[in-house]
């Protein structure tokens, strides 16, 4: 890793919480949209459950029938669909050709399913998840959800049955800050069911919560996520935590799989901490404001003394992850082009890779890089830089970008 200097160290606390701050309107966004539409889709989750492994094993040939109308950097093709360079033989997801521009040089890689919001009709497709994890599994051996509903745990191990890939699955479950738990119980549920039809051989873990304490003391106006007012917060999540747990040990499985929390890293309480086994850390320097030279080391640092440390003092020891980290590459207002350091743009996402990709593999920091794909629901719904931090457009081509030479562990 280059040396770029170290102006990221005047960046203080208080800026990477107002970061996290920022970074809240997407949780508050998707939140709402669970629960609004929880009654109207109640019907549909019921009907389609886990079925989609029943059903669609039976159909295996009509799996990736619908892939060659899909948009790519090769366009169509008679013997198969082509994806951001890779082409699938639409009978058997399992042979589709390597794309030479791509390895796997991320330790992770953070993903949600095209469509797969409850806000949104839950719109995600099987034959979709398919071509995402063709991609990805030339880049990365593990995933990480945000959550389970419209079916979208089910159809990420699906697909990694089809395509036949050496992948593993953090499952996640997007909780809502109430007290009701209706949301947790439903995707609960829903991991439960794809655990017992597909196993524990992708599962890496369960988290549960994204983001839940950043928006409940953003919410609530707490500044201390270790006060008494914010531990009201903590328990609704901890008792989440503990029923998933329970959960596990209940299915008797064939492996221990851990249960843990993800957050904005400044937003992790104590007591949250003693009771996951593993913790997701949101670190995106663009909202503390680096340049994109100092953004790596900023996270580095970041990531090190505010959420690995004081994980390490603690009985349990969970094991700390970087939940989110990358750099996004345009906006879609000139106000937000600039983060008061660095541009939104491809190059200074090249930048961001070169600096941190290898460093982080080298250290052994396990991270998701976020993300995939461009979400255009994101910049609908914010605009700014929300749905421009993807490696790939839309349409499952690579960006201008050139993928790091080594590879990840």
Not at 134 to 154: E, H, I, P
Not at 188 to 214: C, P, Q, W
Not at 222 to 227: A, E, F, G, L, Q
Not at 355 to 379: L, P, S
Request: aromatic share 10%.
């Amino acid at each position: 890793m280059s040396n770029h200097g170290s102006n990221y160290q005047s960046i203080g606390m208080s800026q990477a919480m107002d970061a996290g701050k920022a970074r809240s309107r997407k949780s508050k966004f998707i939140i709402i949209g669970s629960v609004v539409g929880l009654l109207v889709l109640a019907a549909i989750g019921i009907a389609v459950g886990v079925t989609v492994s029943n059903n669609n094993k039976k159909n295996a040939s009509t799996s990736g029938s619908s892939s060659s109308s899909s948009s790519g950097s090769g366009g169509n093709s008679n013997t198969g669909s082509t994806t951001g360079g890779t082409k699938s033989d639409p009978n058997d997801p399992s042979n589709f050709t390597k794309d030479p521009n791509l390895h796997q040089a991320f330790y992770g890689m953070a993903y949600t399913p095209e469509g797969a919001l409850i806000e949104f009709g839950c719109t995600n497709t099987l034959e979709s998840v398919i071509q995402d994890i063709q991609l990805m599994s030339q880049l990365t051996k593990r995933v990480r959800l945000y959550g389970a509903d419209c079916n979208q745990t089910a159809q990420v191990l699906e697909a990694i049955t089809r395509t036949n890939v050496d992948m593993e699955v953090f499952v996640g479950i997007y909780n809502v800050a109430d007290d009701n738990h209706a949301a947790y119980q439903r995707q609960r549920d829903l991991i439960k069911d794809a655990i017992s039809t597909y196993g524990t051989k992708h599962i890496g873990g369960i988290t549960v919560g994204n983001e839940f304490m950043l928006n409940y003391v953003t919410d609530k106006a707490i500044s201390d996520v270790n006060s008494a007012d914010a531990q009201v917060g903590a328990d609704i999540l901890i008792a989440d935590i503990k029923d998933a747990k329970q959960m596990v040990q209940d299915l008797k499985l064939d492996k221990a799989i851990p249960v843990g929390n993800s957050d904005a890293g400044s937003y992790f309480p104590t007591t949250v901490m003693e009771a996951m086994d593993y913790g997701l850390s949101n670190v995106h320097a663009w909202f503390a404001h680096t340049t994109a030279t100092a953004a790596a080391p900023w996270v580095f640092n970041f990531f090190q003394e505010t959420n690995v440390s004081p994980a390490a003092l603690l009985a349990n020891k969970p094991q700390m992850y970087i939940a989110e980290t990358g750099w996004p590459t345009k906006s879609s207002d000139a106000k937000n082009a600039n983060n008061g350091g660095s541009d939104a743009s491809v190059p200074n996402l090249q930048i961001f890779l070169d600096d941190f990709v290898c460093k982080a593999n080298q250290d052994g920091v396990r991270y998701f890089f976020f993300e995939m794909f461009d979400e255009e629901w994101k910049d609908v719904k914010f605009g700014g830089v929300e749905g421009w931090w993807g490696l790939f457009n839309k349409d499952r081509t690579l960006k201008d970008v050139k993928i790091p030479t080594c590879t990840s562990p």
